[in-house]
């Protein structure tokens, strides 16, 4: 059975708080855009992802060690696998930002850094009632949210790659921002992948 004051359950809540952590950074950083500034916005970034990587690690040891888990040992791995992923998406927006030297954002990027910390904060709602997974009825909606986040993020990534078509003819341009769309997108995925074995676990145990 599983205890509410389970240290996975607690550190699955560490772990999206410290990806809203990354999606917050990285809307700030979109808002008030200085390309002069990403160098430094990139290290701040990846301690966070960093962060999040070490609770990873040492939730791996833990569950190595672990006689009796409160649920699946192979879903807690794969539920954080998830978890980690989404902030190391959210780090590489940043960091291909930089890299591709990006003296100007387009509007949709705002949007996605959005949809990406509104898909964040729900997660940690849900974890936080993630101990609860037999008989919450929050759970189940948190993760219906989620998935509608997903959907409008893959609206957005439609409209905004048809735009830049649309309205651009440079080479360069067109690659550089057909990656970053990507790689947004791929963020809202990750989102829906973490809601998504959230339910497994439910149907697995209830």
Not at 67 to 95: G, M, Q, Y
């Amino acid at each position: 059975m599983a205890k509410k004051d389970n240290p996975y359950f607690n550190d699955f809540i560490s772990m999206i708080e410290l990806s809203c952590k990354a999606a917050e950074f990285l809307q700030r950083s979109i808002k008030n855009y200085d390309p002069e500034t990403l160098s430094k916005q990139r290290i701040t970034m990846h301690k966070i992802e960093n962060e999040e990587d070490q609770l990873k690690h040492a939730m791996t040891e833990r569950l190595m060690k672990e006689f009796v888990p409160p649920i699946d040992r192979e879903d807690i791995a794969t539920l954080s696998h998830e978890l980690d992923n989404i902030t190391d998406k959210i780090e590489n927006i940043l960091l291909r930002m930089y890299m591709y030297d990006i003296r100007h954002i387009r509007e949709e990027a705002f949007m996605f850094s959005d949809i990406i910390l509104r898909c964040c904060n729900t997660l940690r709602e849900a974890m936080i009632e993630f101990p609860n997974f037999r008989k919450s009825k929050i759970l189940p909606q948190k993760i219906v949210e989620v998935n509608a986040m997903e959907e409008e993020g893959d609206e957005l990534y439609i409209e905004a790659m048809h735009k830049l078509y649309k309205e651009c003819d440079e080479p360069i341009t067109l690659a550089i921002w057909s990656k970053l769309f990507d790689l947004f997108e791929q963020s809202c995925d990750a989102c829906e992948h973490v809601a998504n074995m959230i339910e497994r676990v439910i149907m697995k145990n209830c």
